[in-house]
Nanobody, 116 residues
Framework: QVQLVESGGGLVQAGGSLRLSCAASGSVHGINTMEWYRQAPGKQRELVATITRDGGTNYADSVQGRFTISRDNAKNAVYLQMNSLKPEDTAVYYC??????????WGQGTQVTVSS
């Protein structure tokens, strides 16, 4: 089996930065696309950023130019560098990975709170 564990969330003032990490553990056998989602209270979970195994990226319009997704295939990890944070970025952030053997898996989520 495999699992994803996120870390790096916390409380930050508007304009500040945070870096989220998500690492896969267990019998990984390779990962295709990795993504970050977020879910704010009372709202649906939304896709924030995507990175392919080859490093191709895509971002939601709301975070374009402020957030950067990256990955380390050797460590089976994905990262989200979040700069110029806004109160509307407050949410629980989840990583998602498409495992070549295990299929699609979610992490448990990490809370990001941006104060105004």
């Amino acid at each position: 089996q495999v699992q994803l564990v996120e870390s790096g969330g916390g409380l930050v003032q508007a304009g500040g930065s945070l870096r989220l990490s998500c690492a896969a553990s267990g019998s990984v056998h390779g990962i295709n696309t990795m993504e970050w989602y977020r879910q704010a209270p009372g709202k649906q979970r939304e896709l924030v950023a995507t990175i392919t195994r080859d490093g191709g990226t895509n971002y939601a319009d709301s975070v374009q130019g402020r957030f950067t997704i990256s990955r380390d295939n050797a460590k089976n990890a994905v990262y989200l560098q979040m700069n110029s944070l806004k109160p509307e970025d407050t949410a629980v952030y989840y990583c998602n990975a498409d495992f070549q053997f295990w299929g699609n898996k979610w992490g448990q989520g990490t809370q990001v709170t941006v104060s105004s």
